[in-house]
Structure formats: C-alpha cells, structure tokens
C-alpha cells in the first residue's frame, strides 16, 4: 500500500537554529497536512495545503513557520527559529481528493528535539 | 470537556475479550474518524462514520456516531495482543480543512 514517507525520523537542534522536516506524500493525493504531538499531550493541527496555497492554519503556525511544495512530490515544513516548545513529534499527512471528507495518511513522524 | 474526549484515558483487558471506548465532542460535526497509534508511530485510519450515519462496521470494529448526544464508540471485538495501541477520535468540521483529535484511549490486551 502507498505510505507517506517523513524524513528525517529525528532531528536534534539548537535553539534559534533552523530546520526543515520533509515529507513525501502519497502520489496522487491533492491534499497535504502538517500535526504535531507534544510528548503526552493531543495530536494538533498546524496547516493544511492545497493547489500550491495554505488552505487553513491554526494558532501555533506562527511567522516562525512555512511550508512549501518545491518540486511536486515533496512537502517540507520549515521552522525558521526553533524554541524549546517546538519540542515534538510531527506528523506529515495527505488525502487523495475530498480532504478531512476521507481518511488522512500519515507518514511515522519527526520526532524533533530542541535543546 | 474539550473537544474530542475519549474515555477511559487506559483500558487493559484480557485477550479474546472487546474493548469500547468512548469520544465526546462539542461542535456540529461532518465526520468522525478512528485512529489507531502504536507507541512512537504515525496514526493509522481504521474507520470513518458520516454526520447521517448512525453505525459502521469494519472486520472486527463497530462504530456508533450519536450526533444528539455529541458522542461516539469504538468496540473491538475479540481483542489479540496486536491491537494494544493508543486509539484516539477526531472529528471534521464543516467548512474546515482541519481534524480535531481528541485526547486519547491507552488499550493494552493481555495474554
């Protein structure tokens, strides 16, 4: 079955430092989603990506985040200034065609560490 | 409660026997949605029930959607070891590109 791939598994960082997690979704998916999960806490919404634009953010996708679709197979998401809080699991998703009206693939997760 | 509760936060049964957890939530929903997570993995989709469904099935899971009383239920039938996870509701919106998850169910099956 097609999977949604997520690289790095786990990234490491320095405060401040920035850092790009990437994602390569399902083929012929149009829909594209960045969660997050805190240790122990709800898996949360960060932003969804639709025809080459934001299509909705929450609160925490702050000026500090950015995504982007630069060659049609990947999706990256970029931290520009990593703070402890940033702490977390992410999870990578994509739906073919109807968006949250189907099921979402996730990739395994990056598991970034802020020290 | 938040959107999304599931309750109990931890089950653990005997294998062979079902597990039911429970999802409360606030808003007017289009969907519910299923997820099953094994410990330090992604979230795996087991099952979805529209806002005018009141039941769904899928091999050994039942699925109820109660939109009177903003709540669901997740039953595994006859429960093997493989299906100790963390399983968690989320629910779509209207209007919305975004899933809301809920705060999760702990399962761990005995052998």
């Known amino acids: 079955e097609p999977e949604v791939t997520q690289t790095p598994s786990h990234q490491v960082t320095q405060m401040g430092q920035e850092v790009i997690l990437r994602c390569v979704p399902i083929s012929n998916h149009l829909y594209f989603y960045w969660y997050r999960q805190i240790l122990g806490q709800k898996v949360e919404f960060l932003v969804s990506f639709y025809n080459n634009e934001i299509s909705e953010k929450s609160e925490i996708f702050d000026d500090q985040f950015s995504v982007e679709r630069p060659d049609g197979s990947n999706f990256t998401l970029k931290i520009r200034s990593t703070k402890l809080e940033d702490s977390a699991m992410y999870f990578c998703?994509?739906?073919?065609?109807?968006?949250?009206?189907?099921?979402?693939?996730f990739g395994s997760g990056t598991q970034l560490s802020v020290l | 409660s938040q959107q999304g509760e599931e309750d109990p936060q931890a089950l653990s049964i005997q294998e062979g026997e079902n597990a039911t957890m429970n999802c409360s939530y606030k808003?007017?929903?289009?969907?519910l949605q299923w997820y099953r997570q094994n410990s330090g993995r992604g979230l795996v989709h087991l099952i979805l029930?529209?806002?005018?469904?009141r039941e769904k099935h899928s091999g050994r899971l039942r699925v109820t959607l109660d939109t009177s009383k903003k709540s669901s239920s997740l039953l595994i039938t006859a429960s093997r070891a493989a299906d100790t996870a963390s399983y968690f509701c989320a629910t779509a919106d209207f209007g919305n590109e975004k899933l809301t998850f809920g705060t999760g169910t702990r399962l761990t099956i005995i052998p």
């Open positions: 029930i529209r806002s005018n469904e």
């Open positions: 808003t007017s929903i289009n969907n």
């Open positions: 998703a994509s739906s073919p065609s109807g968006g949250t009206n189907e099921k979402l693939f």
